[in-house]
């Protein structure tokens, strides 16, 4: 209701028998609370101010109102909407996020998550299985799946920017590695994925020819030059898989010489 003489709008909860008095309008409802069940959730726009579980309100007794802002509930008792508040769409299921999928997130305020401050603009992934928690903070971007990383292949990838991977190692941006580890890999947020590599078969009759882009200790512990070419034969292993800083230069056959 709303009084024509402060133009002071009012909630009266039920169950009651309301009278109008004359100075008042009815302006909305009656109408049914809104019931969030278990593993749903619903946004409110413009949520009531509260201070220890008190709704607040001006010295007039207006409603003090969170102006343009959101708020996600979830679970609880019927609740009724203050004069001002909305439910923006429709109270919703949880998002269950399934094995080797994950949620693309993108900050567009400021908070901290488990002691780490998260700035708006940061993007990172919420890893299945699980049921994410939506936050006002935060908006789903997209759904990635994970990549499949079938026996004698690899994963080529490229660092977006600098962070820190999930083996714990520091990546510059633009620096590339390989990821050798068969099954599902789901990409993070600052890695991009250049190109899977499939591996070589090696046999006593044939060999691979490799020249090195820049110096560094192969998959075998031997440190290369930039420059150095040499051979891995079925000796070294039965399939080989060229390193980021390995150039294939083509396979060789061997010829067996006897006496």
Same mark, same amino acid.
């Given at each position: 209701?709303?009084?024509?003489?402060?133009?002071?709008?009012?909630?009266?909860?039920?169950?009651?028998?309301?009278?109008?008095?004359?100075?008042?309008?009815?302006?909305?409802?009656?109408?049914?609370?809104?019931?969030?069940?278990?593993?749903?959730?619903?946004?409110?726009?413009?949520?009531?101010?509260?201070?220890?579980? +008190?709704?607040?309100?001006?010295?007039?007794?207006?409603?003090?109102?969170?102006?343009?802002?959101?708020?996600?509930?979830?679970?609880?008792?019927?609740?009724?909407?203050?004069?001002?508040?909305?439910?923006?769409?429709?109270?919703?299921?949880?998002?269950?996020?399934?094995?080797?999928?994950?949620?693309?997130?993108?900050? +567009?305020?400021?908070?901290?998550?488990?002691?780490?401050?998260?700035?708006?603009?940061?993007?990172?992934?919420?890893?299945?299985?699980?049921?994410?928690?939506?936050?006002?903070?935060?908006?789903?971007?997209?759904?990635? @799946?994970?990549?499949?990383?079938?026996?004698?292949?690899?994963?080529?990838?490229?660092?977006?920017?600098?962070?820190?991977?999930?083996?714990?190692?520091?990546?510059?941006?633009?620096?590339?590695?390989?990821?050798?580890?068969?099954?599902?890999?789901?990409?993070?947020?600052?890695?991009?994925?250049?190109?899977?590599?499939?591996?070589?078969?090696?046999?006593?009759?044939?060999?691979?020819?490799?020249?090195?882009?820049?110096?560094?200790?192969?998959?075998?512990?031997?440190?290369?030059?930039?420059?150095?070419?040499?051979?891995?034969?079925?000796?070294?292993?039965?399939?080989?898989?060229?390193?980021?800083?390995?150039?294939? +230069?083509?396979?060789? @056959?061997?010829?067996?010489?006897?006496?």
């Amino acid at each position: 209701t709303q009084s024509t003489g402060t133009n002071v709008a009012r909630l009266e909860v039920g169950p009651q028998t309301f009278t109008r008095k004359d100075h008042e309008v009815v302006v909305f409802g009656p109408d049914a609370m809104i019931m969030i069940p278990p593993r749903h959730y619903a946004i409110i726009s413009n949520p009531v101010i509260k201070s220890e579980g +008190i709704v607040q309100t001006e010295k007039s007794g207006q409603i003090r109102l969170k102006h343009g802002d959101e708020e996600i509930r979830f679970q609880q008792d019927p609740f009724p909407l203050y004069p001002g508040e909305k439910l923006y769409g429709k109270v919703s299921p949880l998002q269950v996020v399934a094995p080797n999928t994950a949620l693309r997130l993108r900050v +567009i305020r400021n908070f901290i998550l488990d002691d780490e401050t998260r700035n708006a603009g940061d993007e990172y992934l919420f890893e299945g299985p699980g049921t994410y928690i939506p936050r006002v903070e935060v908006q789903v971007v997209e759904i990635v @799946k994970a990549i499949i990383v079938k026996p004698n292949q690899a994963l080529r990838l490229r660092a977006k920017k600098f962070f820190t991977d999930k083996r714990g190692l520091n990546r510059k941006a633009g620096e590339e590695w390989l990821v050798l580890e068969s099954g599902g890999y789901l990409p993070d947020v600052n890695e991009e994925v250049v190109q899977t590599i499939e591996a070589y078969i090696l046999t006593d009759k044939k060999a691979l020819h490799l020249e090195s882009t820049n110096t560094f200790t192969d998959v075998f512990g031997k440190t290369r030059k930039a420059g150095e070419q040499w051979l891995v034969t079925h000796d070294d292993a039965e399939t080989h898989i060229p390193d980021v800083y390995e150039k294939v +230069i083509g396979e060789v @056959k061997i010829t067996t010489l006897s006496s």
